[in-house]
């Protein structure tokens, strides 16, 4: 797919570019390739990412990246969430998070609408228990019950109900995506 961004401002101007959806020939491993035409700095005019094509998995994590840290608050609670996306109505049976380091901190899974293009006040789910993070490491979180979403944008992420750090992991970006990550303290956000 290409798109032409008509002009940037010399010197850090950015723009953001929304390419078509695109619909999978086959399930599998693939890597994405976004690239701009040639100038004075040859280094920076491609980037590539791999990228899995699943039946029922939406993914933040770019397959085969390790984590480069862990975020959290200390001396407060909080909600961190991501902004799926889905074209159709869907049911969420599970959730992966992962986590930098093992801690005393407590959480609970939780699962937002969409409001305006910002997590709702009112979640869809949040776990009936506190969990704690024994281990560094990837965890999947299989649901009581499927929660309904969409279409349209939905919130996965972690309420930090204690004031110890969560150290829920992070992948480096340059830059972070926008709109896409979001903060909310004290928990329950009001």
Known sequence: N?????????????????FAPFTPSAIGSDTVTVSVPADDVAGNNSKSKPLNETYNLYSYKHPGTTANGGVGLSGATGVFVVKMTTTAAAKISAVNLEFFAAG??????????????????????????NR??????????????????????????????????????YDNEAPVRTGAFFLATPSPPT
Not at 5 to 11: I, W
Not at 107 to 115: E, Q
Not at 135 to 163: E, H, K
């Open 2 to 18: 290409t798109q032409t961004v008509a002009a940037l401002t010399a010197c850090g101007g950015q723009a953001t570019v929304t």
């Open 132 to 169: 704690t993070v024994a281990a560094a490491g990837p965890v999947t979180i299989t649901l009581p019950s499927p929660v309904a979403v969409g279409p349209g944008s939905f919130f996965v992420g972690i309420q930090q109900t204690n004031t110890q750090n969560a150290s829920l992991s």
């Open 104 to 129: 005393a901190t407590t959480y609970r899974l939780a699962i937002y609408p969409n409001s305006a293009g910002a997590p709702g006040l009112v979640p869809l789910y949040v776990d009936a228990a």
